[in-house]
């Protein structure tokens, strides 16, 4: 099984209770592969220390970093595919980063930008 990085939808989906999305996290658990979430990603969705499904979901998951090499990549991928979702683009350049699947409630947005990578990154619908 590949490595994850999981996109806000993801989040959202797992704070609201989303069977298939705990199922998929569960079988990344079981295969010792801990999903990684960069930390953009959870500012875009944690509004309320109340969100206890979304800490409990958290916690099984590796919080990456948005360091600066992330950053400038995420920047180009912006550039190049003439988008502004900076936290949709740390979610590709930290998938190529870790050549990790993208598991993703908005595949549209995220294929985009992977198409302007260079790199092959798989995204995968919810």
Known sequence: MSR?????GVLVAADRG???VWLAHAAQLLERSVPLVPAPVVAQVSRSPQQAQLRRFLAGCHIEP??????????????????A????????????RYHAVILTGDVEDLERLAAVAGSTVDVVGL
């Open 18 to 20: 989303d069977r298939r």
């Open 4 to 8: 994850l990085v999981y996109d806000a």
């Open 66 to 83: 948005l360091g600066e090499r992330d950053a400038h990549a995420a920047g180009r991928l912006l550039g190049k595919s003439r988008t």
């Open 85 to 96: 979702d900076v936290v949709d683009a740390s979610v590709v350049a930290i998938a190529i």
